[in-house]
T-cell receptor
């Protein structure tokens, strides 16, 4: 069963750029990589999704190398309200049935 | 993005009773819905996957007779926790993928979650 790994926690200061990586060695050929943000007692909120190279939207960028075995979520100029847990999600078909495996999550704390 | 709602947001029940949680997709047709459970300070754990009109597929270790899932329409799935016990207390979250305006997307959109406390 494929596993995804992320740093458990990160601290940053307001206005800085934050990069969070996710390792997914057994990503399937057709899988997309999706990142979510979760606040306490809320459901995950979609941030960004990509397949390869770089994707950018109004809130974040996603960098995926050619081998797709990892991905990096980049949050430009974070604010206090970005303090949350960030998860990467990839599909996993190594066990024969399609399922989604959430990463361990990275707890980002933004300091003033 | 797509909107998914859950009801109730919070429920407290006595041990031995059953609790039903509803998950609705408000602006798209949810062909597949997922149910997750999340314990404090842990990641989301997939419990089951359900396709509209079909029986749910449960993850290993999840009792299908205890966690009854129904996905009878393209906008509604329900999770019933039968004979709930304190160890079932957790945060239950649903998600959905499907079609909006004729375009399919496999991006999961999540509901706000339901906090279940069993006394």
């Amino acid at each position: 069963l494929a596993k995804t790994t992320q740093p458990i926690s990160m601290d940053s200061y307001e206005g800085q750029e934050v990069n969070i990586t996710c390792s997914h060695n057994n990503i399937a050929t057709n899988d997309y990589i999706t990142w979510y943000q979760q606040f306490p007692s809320q459901g995950p909120r979609f941030i960004i999704q990509g397949y390869k190279t770089k994707v950018t939207n109004e809130v974040a960028s996603l960098f995926i190398p050619a081998d797709r075995k990892s991905s990096t979520l980049s949050l430009p100029r974070v604010s206090l309200s970005d303090t949350a847990v960030y998860y990467c999600l990839v599909g996993d078909s190594t066990s024969g049935t399609y399922k989604y495996i959430f990463g361990t999550g990275t707890r980002l704390k933004v300091l003033a | 993005g797509a909107v998914v709602s859950q009801h109730p947001s919070r429920v407290i029940c006595k041990s031995g009773t059953s609790v039903k949680i509803e998950c609705r997709s408000l602006d798209f047709q949810a062909t597949t819905m997922f149910w997750y459970r999340q314990f404090p300070k842990q990641s989301l754990m997939l419990m089951a996957t359900s396709n509209e009109g079909s029986k749910a597929t449960y993850e290993q270790g999840v009792e299908k007779d205890k966690f009854l899932i129904n996905h009878a329409s393209l906008t509604l799935s329900t999770l019933t926790v039968t004979s709930a016990h304190p160890e079932d207390s957790s945060f239950y979250i649903c998600s959905a993928v499907g079609t909006s305006g004729g375009v399919f997307t496999d991006t999961q959109y999540f509901g706000p979650g339901t906090r279940l406390t069993v006394l």
